[in-house]
């Protein structure tokens, strides 16, 4: 029998869905989670189900106790929920995007990563952020996408603080088992979803499952050179190794699927078999994950490489409007190929 | 010393000056126009990216920019195009913009959300809700140290009331008594969350009381009542008299961005009831009433304001798009050699 294939969106749903069926300490807090709350009374109790629709339903299944809108005040509600997460509640809050860190780090960083540590172990901090990445993608000519306060991907802040797990899903599957992860850690996980994957589909249990958090999935075998993708980078990945073929290489792909913590085991172990490699993110270059993938072979590996590492990722700059300029910032399969023959030109260098 | 909460005087006269009253005509129907256009462009397929349509709300930002010289500094939000428009913002430029072509006020890099034109005072749109206001605060601020008399001005939403940095910038513009004018355009809803279940009072105005700032509660949809609320904020921030906070109950005609249902989280009647007090239709019946602009004379605004709009469509189409090597230009200022 085929497996039922469901949207990443729904897969989203029904992670949330199912971990709140089975512990009631789990409840979701932020802006239009279910939209429109107060106007039962109009017969409007779940206008929006969320900005991007992944807690559609919820609320008439669990009340308005265990989806709640939220005011517009980020700092104060995911701060909130560090303090329900401190006292026997598991909550997942919602932040539309991920740019918006900039008015809540305090309570992601200071409070949820670091009180664990500062406490001398006394708590933990089951909280989940999450939050929307990625640039959408407009083709050009006319108008573009979200422009740069709205399609960061920026991970690699979450992957610098001690303390705080981050997950990014490349597709339905992923997106079900690694938010059902995040739910029962007993850490803070930022799981980012890339708004790209959102109308994607595959193959997706109906049962629960929990992905492992800080493990990698190798989605291609191959001898000659390694690709590890983050996210909708993933596919990226896929696209370019299709091309690689081509051309009579076999390309290895390994999608990370956790930033922090980072699976050094699943990477060294292809770019010791590979000895290439090239690192695909769309966050910006500097202090990036990619390049964090990149020191952590040059430390490990650098006597099994035969060509130097290269890093494919966004530009350093915001992320602009104009389509044009959006797919210019974005990495493509045509520069991970030509990043795969840039590594081969340069070998014995 | 800060000064105690006074109610502003609402009483909306219109003014007698007819360059104004042609001013504030042009400007409504120049926005509402701009906006209509976009969403066609938007229906066709022709533009693409986010897009928060300012349909409904155009008296607030000509009621306040009508008030504002060139050199005075507006801080907007999400929802920026009226404030642009009412700023003196090209809208060829703007359309440009919307395009993602290298002629537009940003040259493409920041579309509907970051719209921003220094040289006629505005500071730019944001797409962090409530982050403009700090902005605003500085630019009095700083309009303060410089003793020039320029005034700043604070678009916000009902949905910014949620956040903290709000009610610290009332704070500081009190105690330091900045040329600064909190604008609060209440059209009732943040997307989808209605105001009377986000924020904890009716009138939002009243939050200002507390700290000291005078407050008013107006019409938005009435521009003489907006006007007139802008001319006393004004005339007191010139003039060192420092902040006042003005609500505009007001109302979005659109969903919160284009593409958006608003039937899902409110209903006709109550969009039926905000249509039938339409800002341009009033300002029309008002001015047709007092026999101060012929029925001609708007008519003929309203083809100029068309061809306009159709002129920034026409220059949007022709102009070319930006070089794909501009996606990392503009991130630092270009270095003066003598470091
Ligand atoms: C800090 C932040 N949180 C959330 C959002 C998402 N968001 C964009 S507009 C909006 C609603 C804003 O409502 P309001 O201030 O009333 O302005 P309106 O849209 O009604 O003009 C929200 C929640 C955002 N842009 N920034
Ligand atoms: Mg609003």
Redesign the interface.
Known sequence: MAGRQLQFSRAENEALRQEMERDARVFIMG??VA?????AA?G?ID??GG?MGATKGLIQQFGAERVI?????E??FIGAGVGAALTGMRPVVELLFV??V??ALDAIMNQAAYLRYMLGGQVSVPLVVKTAIGAVG?A???????????SGSIYSIFAHIPGLKCVVPSDAYTAKGLLTAAIRDDDPVVYCTHRRLLTTSCEVPQEPYALPIGKARTVRRGRDVTLVGIGRMTGVCLEAADQLAGEGLQTEVVDLLSVSPLDEDTVLEAVRRTRRLVVVDEDEPRCSVARDVAALVADRAIDYLDAPVKTVTG????V??????E???VPTPERVVAAVHAAMRDEGR | MATSPVELPTQASIPDDPAVLRWMYRHLVLIRTFEERVVSLRQSGVLQGSTHLYVGQEAVAVGVCGRLERDDYVASTHRGHGHCIAKGVDVSRMMAELYGRATGTNRGKGGSMHIADTSVGMLGATGIVGSGTPVALGAALSAKLRRTQQVAVAFFGDGAMGQGIVYECLNMAAIWQLPLIFVCENNRYAESTPVEYALSTRDLATRAGPFNVPFAIIDGQDVFAVYAAADAAVERARHGGGPTFIECKTYRYYGHFFGDDPLRYRTREEEEHYRGRDCIRRFEQAVAGQGLLAQAELERIGAEVRETVEQAVRFAEASPLPDPGEVDTDVYTPQRLEV
């Open positions: 802006e239009d939209g429109g709350a107060g106007r109009l409007i206008a929006w900005p809108d939220t005011p517009i005040c700092m104060s740019n918006f900039g008015v407009m050009p000519p006319n108008g573009g996408g979200s422009a740069a306060q709205h530009a350093h700059a915001p602009p409007f104009s389509g044009v300029l797919v210019a910032f």
